[in-house]
């Protein structure tokens, strides 16, 4: 049985793919959750007003590609790492900040998804 992810195989995923999958799984861990994997399949697909907002979270102007999209993602979770903030405030903003990332990021996965 090959392992899929988002709907591809995983000897077809990209570099960049491979390394935002092996990203998620660690911080479920961290969280203490199960390393399930992306959750765009279970996810309804977001409506127009939803998809702009999500868009809006990440910085990105309607019309951004699933790359751009993939890319700010990731720039965002790095910029804001909660595990970089040594103040305890600072943390749970960062951490506040990186769960809405998350959501707009999986809401935009599950518009994809749908199309």
């Not at 390394?19 to 996810?43: D, F, I, M, P, Q």
């Not at 804001?80 to 943390?91: F, I, L, M, T, V």
Request: aromatic share 6%.
């Amino acid at each position: 049985m090959t392992t899929v992810i988002d709907g591809k195989p995983i000897h077809e995923l990209s570099d960049r793919e491979l390394e935002r999958e092996v990203e998620a799984r660690r911080r479920a861990r961290r969280k203490g959750g199960k390393s399930t994997g992306s959750s765009a399949a279970r996810r309804p697909a977001p409506s127009a007003d939803q998809v702009r907002k999500y868009l809006a979270s990440l910085e990105l102007e309607p019309g951004a590609t699933k790359g751009e999209i993939d890319d700010q993602y990731l720039e965002l979770l790095d910029k804001y790492d909660p595990e970089r903030q040594s103040d305890p405030a600072k943390k749970k903003v960062a951490e506040e900040l990186t769960a809405k990332l998350r959501d707009a990021y999986d809401g935009l996965k599950a518009y994809f998804a749908s199309r």
